[in-house]
């Protein structure tokens, strides 16, 4: 079933049913090798599916959970190897969403929960969204409006000698970095150690590119712009504008990034534009997936 978090909708299935776990590689048609991140509702669940929690992982724990913040550990047995594409982590998160919480909570079971888009289409939201991508495939999707930070979680790797950041999300760098200090950006491996850093990604199926002031629009196509906070001076230009936030805040922005894509990919558009927005904070995180939907 597909149900809301804080920061997007999930479709669940739990974690330790292997059968259950397949259900969701099949429904988003998604490759087995790319990893689901397993949902807790309660702190002390954590050393039932994986070792070696250290300091660093408690002083995380304790500032950021329940909240947008994914955490890799060494995994322990129980987890079965579908979830983890066979690799020997496992990638951990308490949402902060009541509904979420109280769905696993009832389930009595940990959640294994990707995204409830299909692969590498943009990311639902809204359970209308989750309806209209897979409403054939699932029995139930339980729906709360809109999600409140929009982008999905910040994934941290606690393996290997310093923490590193595998995926900006919604909880910004700067604030993990106040608590465990410098988090290494990107450890580049030649292996993808999490497929959410492969370049294309939540992409609309519409063509993206980013547009500058000198970027000189092509003459009788139907052009879309995803602005940052406002209307450009050659705003007749386009045939539809989503501005992401008129008072130029990166949370409203974030928030309404998924939607205001998903509005421009379905008006069948030649070119979409999408404005660049301040890289800091959840900027960083906007950015990301901008860029991945324009590559
Ligand atoms: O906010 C979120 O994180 C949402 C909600 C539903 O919780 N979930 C989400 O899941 O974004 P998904 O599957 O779309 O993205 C999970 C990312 C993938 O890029 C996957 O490769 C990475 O987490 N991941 C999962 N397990 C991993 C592991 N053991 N090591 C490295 N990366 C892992
Ligand atoms: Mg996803």
């Known amino acids: 079933?597909?149900?809301?978090?804080?920061?997007?909708?999930?479709?669940?299935?739990n974690a330790l049913d292997q059968e259950a776990v397949i259900r969701i590689f099949e429904v988003k048609k998604r490759p087995r090798f790319d990893p689901l991140i397993v949902h807790i509702a309660d702190k002390s669940?954590?050393?039932?599916?994986?070792?070696?929690?250290?300091?660093?992982?408690?002083?995380?724990?304790?500032?950021?959970?329940?909240?947008?913040?994914?955490?890799?550990?060494?995994?322990k047995k129980i987890i079965p190897d579908i979830v983890t594409s066979g690799l020997n982590t496992?990638?951990?998160r308490m949402p902060a969403h009541p509904v979420a919480l109280?769905?696993?909570?009832?389930?009595?079971?940990?959640?294994a929960a990707p995204s409830a888009n299909k692969f590498s289409y943009i990311t639902p939201t809204t359970a209308k969204d989750v309806f209209n991508q897979i409403s054939d495939k699932v029995?139930?999707?339980?729906?709360?409006?809109?999600?409140?930070?929009?982008?999905?979680?910040?994934?941290?790797s606690l393996i290997g000698l310093r923490p590193h950041?595998?995926?900006?999300?919604?909880?910004?760098?700067?604030?993990?970095?106040?608590?465990?200090?410098?988090?290494?950006?990107?450890?580049?491996s030649k292996k993808i150690e999490s497929p959410g850093q492969m370049k294309k990604h939540y992409a609309?199926?519409?063509?993206?590119?980013?547009?500058?002031?000198?970027?000189?629009?092509?003459?009788?196509?139907?052009?879309?712009?995803?602005?940052?906070?406002?209307?450009?001076?050659?705003?007749?230009?386009?045939?539809?504008?989503?501005?992401?936030?008129?008072?130029?805040?990166?949370?409203e922005a974030a928030h309404n990034l998924f939607s205001a894509l998903y509005k421009l990919d379905k008006m069948n558009l030649d070119k979409i534009y999408a404005e660049k927005v301040p890289e800091n904070g959840i900027g960083i995180a906007i950015m990301d997936r901008l860029q991945k939907a324009v590559s």
């Open 90 to 92: 496992v990638a951990i």
């Open 204 to 251: 609309p199926g519409t063509k993206m590119e980013f547009i500058t002031l000198k970027t000189k629009l092509p003459e009788g196509k139907n052009l879309g712009l995803l602005a940052f906070n406002k209307l450009p001076d050659n705003k007749n230009k386009f045939k539809i504008i989503e501005i992401l936030s008129p008072k130029g805040d990166l949370h």
């Open 165 to 188: 950041l595998l995926r900006p999300g919604g909880l910004p760098i700067e604030e993990i970095e106040k608590v465990i200090g410098k988090v290494e950006l990107y450890k580049h």
């Open 1 to 13: 079933m597909s149900f809301p978090t804080e920061t997007v909708y999930g479709l669940g299935a």
């Open 139 to 156: 029995d139930m999707i339980l729906d709360d409006g809109s999600t409140d930070i929009g982008i999905e979680s910040t994934i941290i």
């Open 102 to 111: 109280d769905l696993i909570k009832r389930s009595g079971c940990a959640i």
């Open 45 to 75: 669940q954590l050393h039932k599916y994986c070792k070696n929690i250290d300091k660093t992982a408690l002083k995380l724990i304790n500032s950021f959970w329940p909240g947008p913040l994914t955490i890799i550990f060494e995994k």
